[in-house]
């Protein structure tokens, strides 16, 4: 963010002061994380990935005048999204994704073709052993992979720094134990 950037306490001010163009500078701001994380916790369902992350700004717009500046406003955005997103899997039978790298087009970089395949069952692999580790744990572990901080998460997630730690050392640790057979 420039210097000459109002900071997002301003911009929140802004609009529930009337300025529309204020919330259009903290969407903007905001969108491509927020995308992000909920594109990892739902790999290839672009279209329930489109549908939450509007959901998540309506929500966002709504509870706008609630926010208060005890957390970042991404990790307040993020834990709106995400807890939509849990929503989803408390609603939905429990599915394992099919490739953390789903809808990425990896033409003329990478590996050599023949070792394509080979990569290609693994992040199956990673992705389903993701896929199986507990709520908490594959949010941790999911939030991380965007590069949020565990402070971030911990607020997130409602808890503390030290118990976000610890559920990335488990998921980790249940991560490596299930993929250490892997090929």
């Known amino acids: 963010m420039d210097l000459q950037s109002p900071d997002d306490r301003q911009l929140i001010e802004n609009y529930l002061n009337g300025d529309d163009s204020a919330f259009t500078s903290l969407y903007e701001r905001y ?7 909920l594109n990892r916790m739902l790999p290839g369902q672009s279209a329930l ?3 939450l992350f509007q959901q998540a700004w309506v929500k966002v717009i709504s509870k706008l005048p609630e ?7 991404l990790a307040w955005v993020l834990r709106i999204a995400h807890n939509l ?3 989803h899997f408390r609603r939905q039978t429990r599915r394992p994704t ?5 809808g990425h087009d990896r033409a003329g970089e990478g590996p050599m073709p023949h070792h394509q395949s080979e990569i290609k069952d693994l992040a199956s692999a990673v992705a389903a052993a993701v896929s199986q580790l507990p709520e908490e744990q594959r949010a941790v572990f ?3 992979q965007e590069g949020v901080a565990f402070k971030e998460i911990a607020e997130i997630q409602g808890t503390n720094v030290n118990t ?14 299930t993929l250490k057979d892997w090929r």
């Open 31 to 37: 969108k491509s994380p927020v995308f992000a994380h």
């Open 49 to 51: 990935v489109d549908d």
């Open 67 to 73: 926010y208060r500046d005890q957390q970042t406003f």
């Open 85 to 87: 997103g849990i929503d």
């Open 98 to 102: 099919d490739s953390l790298d789903a």
């Open 142 to 144: 999911l939030l991380r």
């Open 164 to 177: 976000a730690l610890g559920r990335m050392h488990y998921a980790i640790n249940k991560l490596r134990a």
